[in-house]
């Protein structure tokens, strides 16, 4: 694992695309139980090389119920976004991922990652890719239907506060998921 994880820290694959040039972020290990599969990495992220430090990342910890010392344990999270480096501005936001990064190095992150108890889906291009054509007709009803998917997959919507809007017209999702996926995590967790 820690060869891998060194070659992806190192890999210039996309730099001609990526306008802050490449700096993959994430975060794993072969104890990792929980698999934390988001987007790519906003400019916050780019810069200080951690994953989820931003208000996304606040905002999903509050989801998951656990202490940003537990989120940044590896043995614990492992954080394996689609695309590893900042993809670039686009018009309502961030541009998606890089389209070479999840099939360059997923299946060998994977591989190496045996104590997977659960793979949380963050936003739809990693329920694209993971779930493919057993999503339902959009991200909503996928992740109302989150239960469809587990004990392998979570699908949740991005936390980010561009979704604010989202979730007040989808109560549900914390009325409903949240407390589900808090009370799965915990159980993982052996809390």
């Known amino acids: 694992m820690k060869d891998l994880l060194e070659r992806i820290k190192g890999c210039t694959h996309c730099t001609a695309h990526l306008p802050l040039g490449p700096n993959p972020v994430l975060a794993a290990s072969e104890r990792s139980k929980i698999l934390v599969i988001g987007q790519a990495p906003g400019t916050k992220v780019h810069a200080t090389g951690i994953p989820w430090n931003d208000a996304s990342g606040k905002e999903l910890r509050r989801w998951l119920g656990v202490p940003s010392d537990v989120f940044y344990d590896s043995s614990v999270f492992g954080i394996v976004p689609m ?109």
Request: proline share 11%; with cysteine; charged share 25%.
């Open 83 to 191: 695309g590893f480096c900042y993809p670039g501005k686009g018009k309502g936001g961030d541009l998606p991922p890089r389209p070479e990064c999840a099939p360059l190095w997923h299946r060998d992150l994977l591989a190496r990652m045996p104590d997977i108890q659960v793979n949380l889906l963050i936003g739809q291009y990693a329920q694209q890719y993971y779930l493919g054509k057993r999503r339902k007709k959009n991200l909503t009803e996928t992740v109302r239907h989150f239960a469809d998917y587990l004990p392998e997959f979570f699908p949740l919507v991005h936390p980010s506060p561009r979704n604010k809007r989202w979730q007040k017209r989808n109560p549900w999702f914390e009325e409903e998921v949240v407390p589900v996926l808090r009370s799965y995590i915990q159980g993982i967790l052996g809390a």
